[in-house]
């Protein structure tokens, strides 16, 4: 059985949140971690977890940094602390889309990591434009002891950087793409118990639904472009990524 690492179910609600888990349940996808980016989306990360193949993130995506004050802060602490709470993020720098003030996102991230130490839950992180701005500040502060870098879209320097500082990392539908080579060749060089593998549901939807919205139910296709990418059998990383997921999330 097969375990999102990160969608965003809130985000897929166009249908019931209970009839897209059902039908990732059909394609073989036993569990999900639902990801909040925001304060409103977090507190329903932690309702829709209350069904148990749900688990729930809380934080502020770092393109909503500069909302990052006192009040939301405290809120998200609050969060944090709840039992179906698996993660903190997602969180990080993403300066691609410069929706948010460089100096605004670091700070919200370093607040971030603070949260997954203080409280021992793992760190979700988002890159964009931004992988060695995050190893730095990483590096900086000290990691948590549990993170990942979500859909991976770092060089191989970069990734062996973040190996090095004990990170898990997660390819998402994006891998599957025909032009995604490099996405592919950094899929076989993470080692096999560092390894996620997720959704970003309702984005990046692999190949061959590629257009349309994307679901945890995808995960499969995700999987099966990783597998093929290491030359390893689906079926057997489905189960190797699941038990990492577990591990990663603090669920075993």
Same mark, same amino acid.
């Given at each position: *059985? ?28 036993? /569990? *999900? ?25 809380? =934080?502020?995506?770092?393109?909503? $940094?500069?909302?990052?004050? /006192? ?15 698996? $993660?903190?993020?997602?969180? =990080? ?10 100096? %605004? ?31 730095? +500040? ?27 500082? =004990? ?8 891998? &599957?793409?025909? %032009? ?17 593998? /997720?959704?970003? &549901? ?11 919205? %994307? ?24 189960? +190797? ?12």
């Amino acid at each position: *059985m097969w375990f999102d690492s990160h969608c965003h179910l809130h985000l897929c609600e166009t249908a019931r949140a209970d009839q897209i888990i059902e039908t990732a349940a059909a394609s073989g996808v036993s /569990e *999900m971690v639902t990801v909040g980016i925001d304060v409103a989306s977090s507190r329903r990360s932690i309702e829709l977890a209350a069904d148990a193949r749900v688990h729930a993130s809380v =934080g502020l995506h770092p393109n909503s $940094a500069d909302s990052w004050d /006192e009040p939301t802060a405290a809120t998200i602490e609050e969060l944090v602390s709840a039992a179906d709470v698996v $993660a903190v993020g997602e969180t =990080g720098l993403d300066f691609y889309r410069d929706h948010a003030k460089p100096d %605004n996102q670091r700070r919200a991230f370093k607040d971030h990591i603070a949260l997954a130490k203080r409280f021992d839950k793992a760190l979700v992180i988002h890159t964009r434009a931004s992988v060695d701005a995050a190893l730095d +500040v990483l590096t900086a502060d000290g990691p948590p002891s549990r993170l990942v870098f979500h859909c991976w879209s770092g060089d191989e320097a970069q990734l062996q950087r973040a190996l090095e500082l =004990g990170s898990y990392i997660s390819f998402a539908g994006n891998v &599957s793409f025909k %032009n995604a080579q490099d996405l592919r060749a950094a899929a076989a060089l993470v080692p096999s118990d560092r390894l996620l593998v /997720e959704t970003d &549901s309702p984005y990046l939807t692999p190949e061959p639904h590629r257009g349309r919205p %994307n679901e945890p139910g995808h995960v499969p296709l995700v999987g099966e472009a990783v597998a093929g990418a290491r030359h390893e059998d689906a079926a057997t990383l489905a189960r +190797v990524t699941a038990t990492n997921a577990r591990r990663f999330f603090g669920l075993v």
